[in-house]
């Protein structure tokens, strides 16, 4: 499925998945500092809402606690679970212990040979900041068909779920740059399918079935 919510809000996650066409649900621990509840409660809650996979990112201080956190956290809903471990070459090693039994996204990626590394780990997700890359290092949308490249050229069974995407336009260009899904704030999933013109032509339609 191609988009994804990115939020830690049951309600927001319900209006989501009642549209019929958002597959998943992402989070990160600033969505889940603003959610009511706490983390395991959280996640239990949206993998009872959420008809694909649900992403909790892993932060214990040490590559042990965040293995053992990435454990228990799996463990609330295996079918759906999926850890997002932020990418650094300690983190590589913790994708290598959990990955295959337990699936691994690799997040906050800001280059190719991150990817490249990721899918050489087992990485099952590589997710890149798209409009945070394009704000600090220049060019998200180069980052997004670098990566694409990458994962092309490793054979990985990887997909690019790109996040950090303000606007629809972004959206479209972050698609069409490779990324397989994305992760969007729900404020912008709601703009998704409307557009001013096609409000006109019905307008315009209604007044001629009126007339
Ligand atoms: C996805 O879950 C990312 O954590 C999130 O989109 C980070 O990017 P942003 O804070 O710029 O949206």
């Not at 983390?39 to 040490?62: H, K, M, W």
């Not at 092309?152 to 629809?168: H, N, Q, Y």
């Not at 336009?169 to 703009?191: D, F, N, Q, V």
């Not at 399918?193 to 019905?202: I, M, R």
Request: proline share 6%; net charge negative.
């Amino acid at each position: 499925m191609g988009i994804f919510l990115d939020s830690a809000s049951v309600s927001e996650a319900r209006r989501a998945m009642a549209l019929g066409w958002v597959g998943g649900i992402t989070t990160n621990p600033t969505l889940m500092a603003r959610a009511e509840g706490d983390p395991a409660t959280i996640i239990r809650r949206l993998g009872e809402v959420s008809p694909g996979p649900v992403f909790y990112q892993v932060t214990g201080s040490s590559l042990a606690a965040r293995e053992d956190e990435g454990r228990r956290f799996h463990a609330l809903d295996p079918d759906k679970v999926v850890l997002k471990i932020p990418a650094s070459t300690e983190n590589m090693a913790l994708v290598v212990r959990l990955s295959p039994e337990v699936p691994c996204a690799l997040t906050a990626v800001y280059s190719g040979a991150q990817a490249w590394v990721g899918c050489e780990a087992g990485a099952r997700y590589v997710i890149p900041y798209v409009s945070r890359a394009t704000r600090l290092q220049g060019d998200g949308l180069g980052l997004v068909t670098e990566i694409a490249q990458v994962l092309d050229a490793c054979e990985s069974e990887a997909e690019m779920l790109a996040a950090s995407i303000k606007t629809p336009e972004e959206a479209i260009a972050t698609l069409l740059a490779g990324a397989r899904h994305l992760t969007l704030p729900l404020e912008l999933i709601l703009r998704l399918a409307d557009h001013p013109l096609s409000e006109a032509a019905v307008a315009e339609f209604n007044r001629a079935g009126r007339d």
